[in-house]
């Protein structure tokens, strides 16, 4: 049976075309939700009323992608990157379009660090009106990249970030009964700049807010020297680039994992943001933490996270939200 995380990261959905991704959370928030909205900017709005604090948990819904710019008289296409795309890394990697064309991204040469502009896409057509049957300018293409579960380990494309998305499902079936107002806002356009968060939070207008994403780790070879290892529990962000997290928010989330048992590592990351960025700074300002998933080569087709950290993730956000809410 397929599981909703390998459900999630294997629907496509690249930055401004979540749509599919966003049927499968639809469907599942309003099981648990008393009331669920779609707004302009296509960021689902989950409220579960309560009388306490208003509590916004946020994850975006999108992945990093490609956009096809032109298509040669040979049938090869010319892309641009959607979201932060390593460029050393793309020969030979697998899109998949959305209408199920796949391609493999060629060089002109064997440069070891080439140009985005000697970068094709080879979709294996015969020559641009065979191309045009099957893919127009401005279409989006996602990495391929299966999903994998061995003992406590998962590896796939997309867990950037819809493992921060199922952290916010699975909270929300735990949540039943709650004080709390909770809103379950999973955003779009993260990885372009954080614009589905910034209009989500304008609507809201929370008391708090947790941005759930995923982050870097330190515990590989030659990885830049950062505390944050796989299997050592959920991640409480103390800044990114985006945000410096709300003290009292991290402190509670502290609290909360200590109160619970629940395991548990700080996090800085110099590199990178969330939708904590754009969350923090809407109309007066909102008190705002994140809770972070630790993962390996994030932005690629093979993230992998620990399982038990996933975990570790949705009990320290439940907690969160019980302690936040006065429970």
Known sequence: MISLLERLTQTDGVSGNEDAVRDIIKNEIEKYCDDVTVDAMG????????????????????????IVTFIDDKGFLRFAPVGGLYIRDLTCRRVRFANGTVGVIGCEDDEKKPELKKLYIDIGAKNAKDAQKR??????????????????????????????????????????????????????????????????????????????????????????????????????KVMDRSVLCDADIRETMRAAAQKDGILY???????????????????????????????????????????????????????????????
Request: overall charge negative; proline content about 3%; charged content about 20%.
């Open 43 to 66: 960021n689902i709005i989950a409220h579960k009323s309560g009388t306490g604090k208003k509590i916004m948990l946020a994850a975006h819904m999108d992945e990093i992608g490609v």
């Open 135 to 236: 893919v127009s300018v401005g279409d989006t293409a996602a990495f391929v990249g299966g999903y994998h579960k061995s003992r406590d380990t998962i590896v796939s494309k997309a867990l950037d970030n819809r493992v921060g998305c199922y952290v916010a499902l699975e909270s929300a079936k735990r949540l039943k009964e709650s004080a709390a107002d909770m809103y379950y806002v999973f955003t779009t356009q993260e990885e372009v700049g954080l614009r589905g968060a910034k209009t989500a939070a304008y609507t809201v207008a929370p008391d708090y807010a947790i941005a759930l994403d995923v982050t870097d780790t330190g515990d590989t070879p030659e990885a830049p020297k950062m505390p944050v290892k796989l299997g050592g529990g959920a991640a409480i």
């Open 265 to 327: 590592q700080l996090e800085i990351m110099t590199d990178g943001g969330t939708d904590a960025g754009a969350i923090h700074l809407s109309r007066g300002g909102v008190k705002t933490g994140g809770i972070s998933v630790p993962a390996r080569y994030i932005h690629s087709p093979s993230e992998m996270v620990s399982d038990k950290d996933v975990k570790a993730c949705i009990a320290l956000a439940v907690s969160t939200a019980q302690m936040l809410s006065g429970q």
